[in-house]
């Protein structure tokens, strides 16, 4: 268990370690295992980390062209100075085009939309059915209750009070979230 192994600093190190690269230690590994574990580890936060850099820089670069071009003079609608955003005003009030489906498959991705997205009134804010509310409800409630159940399976008496077993509660519910995050995300890719 969990506590098992980290039980002291010295012990939760390796560990830590390895479970910062996503592996999941199946075996006891002896210390030439550990020493080679360690420069995988250092390996793989470099390979994850200087991408990271990476693209931070690059948006770091967008904003920064973005405030100049904000602060020296009027938009342009050259790309890279808020062209995105110049682009979607264009678009308000026209419709989007049919889809080659049909006019009823327009109709359901239409009403998709309107339930997770809610529909603008006059005055630009979004108002939602009772219906989409209760489903934004729902879709937050469950995002609790998984920080609830991370947090719950963090503490040793109650892991071991649920066990670690095939379809024990945390198992379940974890699968449960996994619908329902896919199936909202398939809708708005519907929509």
Avoid at 110 to 116: E, G, R, Y
Wanted: proline fraction near 5%; charged fraction near 20%; include cysteine.
């Amino acid at each position: 268990t969990m506590m098992d192994r980290f039980r002291n600093y010295f012990d939760s190190f390796f560990y830590t370690g390895v479970h910062l690269t996503g592996d999941y230690p199946i075996t006891t590994y002896d210390w030439p295992a550990r020493f080679t574990n360690f420069f995988m580890v250092i390996a793989a936060v470099g390979v994850v980390s200087i991408p990271s850099g990476l693209i931070a820089s690059g948006f770091v670069d967008i904003v920064q062209s973005k405030s100049k071009a904000k602060r020296d003079g009027p938009i342009t609608g050259i790309a890279g100075d808020d062209w995105y955003e110049i682009k979607y005003r264009s678009l308000e009030g026209v419709p989007p085009p049919n889809s080659r489906w049909g006019p009823t498959v327009d109709k359901w991705q239409n009403a998709v939309n309107d339930f997770l997205n809610g529909k603008k009134d006059g005055s630009g804010r979004h108002s939602y059915t009772t219906s989409a509310y209760a489903g934004r409800v729902f879709i937050f409630a469950v995002i609790i209750a998984n920080i609830v159940a991370v947090l719950l399976e963090s503490v040793p008496s109650i892991d071991k009070a649920v066990g670690n077993g095939p379809g024990n509660f945390f198992d379940v519910f974890e699968a449960f979230s996994v619908f329902v995050f896919a199936t909202e995300y398939i809708s708005r890719l519907f929509c």
